[in-house]
Structure formats: structure tokens, C-alpha cells
């Protein structure tokens, strides 16, 4: 991935309701490569739809959003289907996006080789969690969406996302993630809902 110095994502007056209830206007935030912003606020505040509004999966109701940087969003749901396995749940995203990346080296970064051939159903959360951001390895996308990215995940499996998350910072990746703790999560700003 080449680093550039342009934002990635910028947002501005964003604005949105449930009913007759204001979540949040007035938001914004600017992207740049290399940055980590963490979306924090209490359950219901809004964080997961500013982050489905940011992937572009919800309009706001006021305010602007420029995302010219490709993206990958992974929200609560890790979308692996009941008979998938880790390493068919790949294959088919690879195939989807026209990736040649090594479905093996992945499930090995992730811890997930001993899973690869378990049927999702009789996966652990945390391992269908790991799975999930597998999908992140398989092509380059430079902005990345997560929704409570620790969610399931036991200490290993933060490490190893930490340790996902580390490199893809380093080559000018960015991040844009709702959390309740950020403890370890390299962390450049924070937007409170």
C-alpha cells in the first residue's frame, strides 16, 4: 500500500435521528493515513450508525461525507454462515474481490489454521470474530470500519488483532473504530457521541 498524505475519509456536520430523538449533529472528523480514531460514547449513543454512516450503509440526515479511499467495514455480525468454514468463508471473499493472498498464511496469522475446516456454527465467538478480520487481510484496502473490534475476543486473539491493526497503521492504513475500552488500541483521537 503506498502511503499518501491526502485524507482518507473527512466528515462534516453529520447529523442524525431516531424517531423524534437527536443521536448526534454537528460531527466531524478528518482521516489521515497512519491515524486511529476511536468513536466512544455510552450504548445507544450513536456509534455504530456513525459508523454505518461513514461505510455508506445509512444517509445522515445533515451533513456531508468524502470517503475516497476503498474500505472495509466489520460490524457486530461477522456474516460467516452456519455450514462455512473459516477457510471456504475466505475463499469466497477472495474470489468475490479477485484476491490471490494465501487463504493459509491468513488462518495462520489469525490462529485460525486448527478452526479452518470447522463449520461456522460450531465455532467459537471469538473465532468467528477472527475470522471476520481475516477478510481484512485478503486485499489491501486502506480504511477500515470496526464496530467494538475486541468484541469476543480473548487475550490472544486481541494480541493478534492488535497486531493486525499495528501493521496496517504502519503502511499507511487507517482506522476508524467504536470501543468502549481502548486500552492497547493505538488511539490518535477520539470522538465522543
Known amino acids: 500500500m503506498t502511503v499518501s498524505t491526502a485524507p482518507l475519509l473527512s466528515a462534516s456536520g453529520l447529523a442524525i435521528l431516531r424517531g423524534e430523538r437527536v443521536l448526534f449533529r454537528g460531527i466531524g472528523l478528518t482521516l489521515q493515513p497512519g491515524e486511529a480514531i476511536v468513536l466512544r460514547g455510552a450504548n445507544g449513543a450513536g456509534k455504530t450508525t456513525l459508523l454505518r454512516m461513514l461505510a455508506g450503509l445509512t444517509r445522515p440526515e445533515a451533513g456531508e461525507i468524502a470517503r475516497p479511499a476503498a474500505h472495509h467495514w466489520i460490524g457486530h455480525k461477522e456474516g460467516i454462515k452456519p455450514q462455512e468454514t473459516p477457510r471456504i468463508h475466505l475463499a469466497l471473499w477472495a474470489k468475490a474481490w479477485g484476491s490471490s493472498a494465501s487463504i493459509a498464511d491468513i488462518l495462520d496469522q489469525l490462529a ?6 470447522v463449520p461456522g456454527r460450531y ?17 489491501a484496502r486502506p480504511l477500515w470500519l470496526l464496530d467494538e473490534p475486541y468484541t469476543a475476543l480473548d487475550a490472544a486473539g486481541k494480541t493478534m488483532l492488535d497486531q493486525v491493526i499495528s501493521g496496517h497503521l504502519r503502511t499507511g492504513g487507517a482506522i476508524i473504530a467504536s470501543m468502549h475500552d481502548a486500552a492497547g488500541f493505538p488511539v490518535t483521537a477520539e470522538v465522543t457521541l
Request: a positive charge; glycine letters at 4%.
Open 123 to 139: 465455532l467459537s465467538a471469538g473465532q468467528r470474530r477472527r475470522t471476520a478480520f481475516a477478510r481484512l487481510l485478503l486485499e
Open 112 to 117: 485460525l489454521t486448527r478452526a479452518a475446516d
